[in-house]
């Protein structure tokens, strides 16, 4: 069984910073690509960042320059670092992961229960 537990959200004021974990555990035999996404009530989940086992990244275009994505294969572990938060990024943040378990001969995708952002004054 695998789980993908988030940590690290809160509220913070406009202009402020976060950091979030993600922790992945269980039968994992590899994990391939990780990636945070995030979703406000009545619009569509959106990628914020992703980032593949070789390392290569990708940014929405709404966080570039503000949030890095970074990960720690040795723990399973992806994290999100939010700098110069603004009220728009106020948000549910999930993680996914895309990982192969013992015994299977495909990669699925696995997300986390997701940590509430709310940025304000």
């Known amino acids: 069984q695998v789980q993908l537990v988030e940590s690290g959200g809160g509220l913070v004021q406009p202009g402020g910073s976060l950091r979030l974990s993600c922790a992945a555990s269980?039968?994992?035999?590899?994990?391939?690509?990780m990636a945070w996404y995030r979703q406000v009530p009545g619009k569509q989940r959106e990628l914020v960042a992703h980032i593949y086992s070789g390392g290569s990244i990708h940014y929405a275009e709404s966080v570039e320059g503000r949030f890095t994505i970074s990960r720690d294969n040795a723990k399973n572990t992806v994290y999100l670092q939010m700098n110069k938060l603004s009220p728009e990024d106020t948000a549910v943040y999930y993680c996914?992961?895309?990982?192969?378990?013992?015994?299977?001969?495909?990669?699925?995708?696995?997300w986390g229960q997701g940590t509430q952002v709310t940025v304000s004054s």
């Open positions: 996914t992961a895309n990982l192969l378990v013992p015994g299977s001969d495909q990669y699925d995708d696995y």
């Open positions: 269980g039968n994992i035999f590899k994990i391939n690509h």
